[in-house]
């Protein structure tokens, strides 16, 4: 259980959640979701701890964050931060053993388990023919796949990704999302993503989070969160919900907007 | 690995070469004697006159080189190198500083603390709360910060007698005129030391170069880490300063250079590839520099420079075209 209490945040000087209560349940897939600037992105370094907390707390399994030491924390919990920016000339197979970093010392040998867990993140991501080819080479698509393969490398049983979709077309994002869902089907790895379209997150997702000026608007089942009153109160947004006629989720349709008032 | 053997080759021959040539030529024969027999020119050569110099000059690159690709590793940028982010200026300063008043303190340390002192500055001015600072940012402040340091030993040289203040000049510009085995005693301790400090960090390196906020999901701390790893790269470039001078611009050039020859691609095998490229240019700047010109022994920054300015210049305009400027 990922679980913050009474957190607040705040980035460059500017207070962004405010006394957030929420709590992420193990073996599921969860998406954070709501409008810009409603601090998605900023929960989810904290929850990482790449953010301190202006106060409150963060905790893993009931163990306060800060108790835990970086290394032993990189072994339970890893992130992909949002387009990340590659060394130049890096191949892919380097790329995704710079996952192994948490669990290898200054001399350790490269052991069996460390190959074990490279080849599986590639396959997972079905990269394991592009190993050895340079990273900049690739598409945008193939790119983001081979840094999910690098913290899949990792090994650890939650993966918290910031908007894992961006700069993708929508059959890349679907093909991003639909893996990290059958990893977490396949080795019950807790995945937490920031996500901007609430479509895919309510498809993919067991677990929403809605958030909105600072505060948790609603979390729950795509079904519990998704309905005109919450998307009226996070965004401003007038919409119809109905079931997604492929998979049955809950499908936000947006009604017009021509009769609202542009703000000043 | 080709590329290493070829690295290692080239600088074995541009050792050698530097021990031939000079004012008087000398023949492999003749320094074969001398270091045989230990007695005649040869031994002259490679015991006073050229012998610490280009040993010296080896030490002196190697350090500098390190340090440059530590720094460019580090943030990401071609363009970070301790002589445009002004630390190099900095240890020059500092023993600039230790001549005019007397400062009873041993060069290198006197290096260390000018070049720590201005990273300490480029750093608390660079520094922006919450978000990491661009690497440009610092690269702009160190750049302003290192033309402070220039100006002030400058400055400082004025209150200099006429000699002192001549070869204060020299000095600054960077030059291995009359090292003794002292000087290359001096580098290549605090060298070797540094060294394996440096390596001991090529872990938490290989994590910040991915970035600080991937390096902490990786389990480093990335702000310590970037301290610490920058000071050990300081450290390295003064200890290269102490012995040369500031030496421009053998530390931008070697990290990209060895690179490139090498083929390396991991941290550590950059960082041994960029100290042997810098050990290489500076012993054959230093080669060119006092042998292009009969008659005339010019300090081995100006081959550097002459060097390194045009390689600036193109750096600038690759990183213009792929939209990093």
């Known amino acids: 259980m990922l679980e913050a209490s009474a957190l607040t945040l705040s980035y460059d000087g500017r207070p962004v959640i405010e006394a957030l209560d929420l709590s992420l349940p193990d073996d599921k897939v969860t998406a954070i979701i709501g409008p810009n600037g409603c601090g998605k992105s900023t929960l989810l370094k904290a929850l990482a701890r790449i953010l301190h907390a202006e106060s409150g707390r963060v905790m893993l399994d009931g163990e306060d964050m800060t108790h835990i030491a970086p290394r032993a924390l990189a072994r339970r919990l890893a992130i992909l931060p949002q387009s990340p920016r590659a060394p ?31 080849e599986g993140a590639l396959a997972a991501v079905g990269m394991a023919e592009l190993a050895d080819r340079d990273l900049a080479e690739l598409s945008g698509g193939q790119r983001q ?6 913290v899949l490398a990792q090994g650890t049983p939650w993966l918290l990704l910031d908007e894992p979709t961006t700069y993708l077309d929508l059959t890349h994002q679907m093909e991003v999302l639909g893996l990290l869902r059958r990893l977490n089907r396949r080795s019950g790895t807790a995945v937490v993503s920031v996500l901007h ?55 936000v349709v947006p009604l017009d907007m021509a009769d609202r008032e542009v703000p000043a | 690995m080709r590329g290493a053997a070829v690295l290692a080759g080239l600088l074995a021959l541009a050792s050698v070469a530097a021990l031939l040539r000079g004012q008087i030529d000398a023949s492999p024969a003749i320094l074969w004697q001398g270091l045989v027999t230990g007695e005649g020119p040869g031994a002259l050569i490679l ?27 580090l943030f990401r940028n071609p363009l970070a190198a301790p002589d445009l982010l002004g630390f190099n200026a900095g240890a020059g300063l500092a023993i600039i500083a230790g001549i005019a008043f007397g400062i009873a303190l041993p ?45 002030l030993a400058t400055f400082l040289m004025t209150l200099l007698p006429g000699t002192a203040a001549a070869e204060a000049q020299r000095w600054l510009t960077g030059s291995l005129a009359a090292r003794n085995w002292g000087h290359a005693a001096q580098v290549w301790g605090a060298g070797i030391a540094l060294t394996l400090l440096a390596f001991s960090q090529a872990r938490p390196l290989k994590a910040m170069e991915l ?9 480093v701390r990335a702000e310590p880490a970037r301290w610490r790893i920058s000071g050990v790269a300081v450290l390295l470039a003064a200890a290269g300063v102490a012995v040369a001078g500031p030496v421009p611009f053998v530390a931008l050039m070697a990290g990209p250079f060895g690179a490139r020859m090498t083929g390396a691609r991991s941290p550590a095998a950059r ?16 080669l060119l520099a006092r042998s292009a010109l009969p008659g005339l ?29």
Request: charged share 15%.
């Open chain 2, 211 to 219: 970035g600080g906020e991937l390096a902490t999901g990786l389990g």
């Open chain 2, 271 to 286: 960082m041994a590839a960029g100290a042997a490229a810098g050990a290489l240019i500076v012993v054959l700047s230093d």
């Open chain 2, 107 to 151: 060069a290198p340390v006197l290096a260390a603390l000018g070049g720590l002192v201005v990273a300490a500055i480029v750093g608390a001015l660079a520094w922006r709360r919450g978000s990491g600072t661009p690497a440009l940012t610092i690269i702009l402040v160190g750049l302003g910060t290192g033309f402070t340091a220039t100006a």
């Open chain 1, 197 to 251: 379209d609430l479509n895919l997150a309510a498809r993919y997702s067991d677990h929403l989070v809605l958030l909105a000026n600072g505060g948790l608007v609603a979390a729950g089942t795509p079904d519990t969160v998704l309905t005109p009153a919450n998307l009226s109160s996070a965004f401003g947004l007038r919409a119809q919900v109905m079931p997604d006629p492929v998979t049955g989720t809950p499908m």
């Open chain 1, 88 to 118: 130049e000339g890096i191949r892919v197979a380097d790329l995704v053993r710079r996952g192994r970093l948490p669990w290898r010392g200054l001399l350790s040998p490269w052991r069996e388990e460390d190959r074990e867990a490279c």
């Open chain 1, 145 to 150: 796949r081979a840094w999910l393969a690098l």
């Open chain 2, 297 to 325: 022994q010019l300090p081995v920054g100006v081959a550097t420079g002459l060097l390194g300015a045009p390689y600036l210049l193109w750096r600038l305009s690759r990183e213009m075209y792929k939209g990093e400027l």
């Open chain 2, 47 to 73: 015991d006073t006159i050229r012998g610490p110099r280009v040993a010296t000059a080896l030490g002196a690159g190697a350090v500098l080189g390190l340090s440059g690709t530590i720094f460019q590793t």
